[in-house]
């Protein structure tokens, strides 16, 4: 088994990251993808995913203007492995990128992007820069907020949120 590491990417990530990663992908013959990291480098490693076999420009993905429609092959085997808590991007199934010029963001969204496989191992997250850890702690409560207020209820997801914003408090100021 052999690797190649792409971790050229922005903090907030644009287009031509994941066009780059796309290149890497097909210039070293992978087969797989595993993305590690917080928020964005897991959706860079997703919309590679994506970009492998769609190969339309990537903002026609776009899930404002119905672009999951168009995702219609399937994507290499995607594995995530979180280093950060609160985005949730490990278990998502859409990418967050930016337009390299207007900074506009897109919401590239379908099914086919769940991770396979989640390791998500906590101890990943122990020796994090304190505002790290304070940010996708904030960034979790916020989650968990906007799924409690959200337009169409479920109990279900109500219990989760309301579940996980007990959990924040008692834990975020301490951690």
Known sequence: ISLEV?????????????YKGADAFDGTQRDSIIGIGGGAALDVARAVA????????????????????FVTNDVPHFITIPTTAGTGS????????????????????APKLIAKIVFADPVLTLDLPAFITAATGMDALTHNMEAYLAKMPHPL???IALEGISLINQSLEAA
């Open 50 to 69: 994506l970009r492998i076999n769609h190969r339309e420009d990537l903002f026609k993905y776009d899930d404002l203007i119905g672009g999951d429609v």
């Open 157 to 159: 997801c109500e219990g």
């Open 90 to 109: 490990e278990v998502g199934r859409s990418a967050i990128i930016a337009d390299d010029v207007t900074h506009q963001k897109k919401i590239l969204f």
């Open 6 to 18: 792409f971790s050229d990417i922005h903090k907030n990530p644009v287009k031509s990251d994941v």
